[in-house]
C-alpha cells in the first residue's frame, strides 16, 4: 500500500490549508486514517485520526481549528487546516491502518506558517 501526501506549503499565521493523502488500496481495507506531525526536534505526533465508521479524534492542539475528513470512492483522507499558528510549522504524515493491523505511512509534506 502506497500513499501520497500533497498540500503543504507557506502560508502566514491566520491562514488555512488542505492536505490531501491519496492511498493506493481501496477504502475498504482502510481501518484507521491519521495525520502526524514531526516539529523540529520533537517526536512525531498524531494531529488527527479517523476510522473507518468516521470515528475522530483531535490533537487538543488543533481541536476546533483542523478537519479531518476521507473520501471512500478516492480512498483518501484530507486534514483542513484553518486558523494556522506559526507553531503549526511542522512535516506532515499521512499514516493508514489496514483491516490485516498493517500499517504504512506517507513521505510527509511541509507546512510553513509565518508569523
Excluded at 506531525?37 to 475522530?56: C, D, H
Aim: glycine letters at 8%.
Amino acid at each position: 500500500v502506497q500513499l501520497q501526501a500533497s498540500g503543504g506549503g507557506l502560508v502566514q499565521a491566520g491562514g488555512s490549508l488542505r492536505l490531501s493523502c491519496v492511498t493506493s488500496t481501496s477504502a475498504a481495507s482502510l481501518l484507521v486514517m491519521s495525520w502526524f506531525r514531526q516539529l523540529p526536534g520533537k517526536q512525531r505526533e498524531r494531529v488527527a485520526r479517523i476510522t473507518s465508521r468516521n470515528t475522530v479524534i483531535y490533537a487538543d492542539s488543533v481541536k476546533g481549528r483542523f478537519t479531518i475528513s476521507r473520501d471512500n470512492v478516492k480512498s483518501a483522507v484530507y486534514l483542513h487546516m484553518n486558523s494556522l499558528k506559526p507553531e503549526d510549522t511542522a512535516v506532515y504524515y499521512c499514516y493508514a491502518q489496514t483491516i490485516q493491523l498493517n500499517e504504512y505511512w506517507g513521505q510527509g509534506t511541509l507546512v510553513t506558517v509565518s508569523s
